[in-house]
């Protein structure tokens, strides 16, 4: 069946980056795309970005510039980085498959907590 | 950025009432491209209605949704202790996607 998790370091401190790994299965990263999602501590979810099948991205414009998706197709590995992380940057950390005919994320991983701080 | 408003917010409900809550949009969306999520506390969102009013796998038939343009909504014709979450829209009409602030749907 099809299933994504993710891992990641837990515990950051601020300014440093950050790397986490969604790792999926039941499905190949050739065919489908996964998102990235946030969502803070009692907040709402937030998207971050996409990695399409083919290998393209999309962010979202208000963190482009700290955030970077890439994949390993053969591990069934995708990666998100970020850097120079806040302490507003404390959330839980998502990937879902994309279903790219009607936009939605139709499977989520269990999420991994990121805290920034000190 | 297409924005989404939910209402209410937090809504209460008893067992075998009937309960809506809404989504607006700030711009027209495609009703292929409005979705509804459901989380539970502690638990990653499970994707509950796509493309406005298809019912997901063993989503619950007392479930629908409806709307068009810029205004959705979700019902549940009589609510089950099981239905209590947070109901969140989602909505691509271009990027970014974008999430509702939720509704937290609370059983008395």
């Known amino acids: 069946q099809v299933q994504l998790k993710e891992s990641g370091p837990g515990l950051v401190a601020p300014s440093q980056s950050l790397s986490i790994t969604c790792t999926v299965s039941g499905f190949s990263l050739t065919s489908y795309g996964v998102h990235w999602v946030r969502q803070p501590p009692g907040k709402g979810l937030e998207w971050l970005g996409v990695?399409?099948?083919?290998?393209?991205?999309n962010y979202n414009s208000a963190l482009m510039s700290r955030l970077s998706i890439s994949k390993d197709n053969s591990k069934s590995q995708v990666f998100l980085k970020m850097n120079s992380l806040q302490t507003d940057d404390t959330a839980m950390y998502y990937c879902?498959?994309?279903?790219?005919?009607?936009?939605?994320?139709?499977?989520w991983g269990q999420g991994t907590t990121l805290t920034v701080s000190s | 950025e297409n924005v989404l408003t939910q209402s209410p917010a937090i809504m209460s409900a008893s067992p075998g009432e009937k309960v809506t809550m809404t989504c607006r949009a700030s711009s027209s969306v495609s009703s292929s491209y409005l979705h509804w999520y459901q989380q539970k506390s502690g638990a990653s969102p499970k994707l509950w209605i796509y493309s406005t009013s298809n019912l997901a796998s063993g989503v619950p038939a007392r479930f629908s949704g409806s709307g068009s343009g810029t205004s959705y909504s979700l019902t549940i014709s009589s609510v089950e202790a099981e239905d209590a979450a947070t109901y969140y829209c989602?909505?691509?009409?271009?990027?970014?996607?974008?999430f509702g602030g939720g509704t937290k749907l609370e059983i008395k």
């Open positions: 990695i399409w099948a083919g290998g393209s991205t």
């Open positions: 989602q909505q691509y009409s271009g990027y970014p996607w974008t």
């Open positions: 879902a498959r994309g279903e790219i005919t009607k936009r939605d994320f139709d499977y």
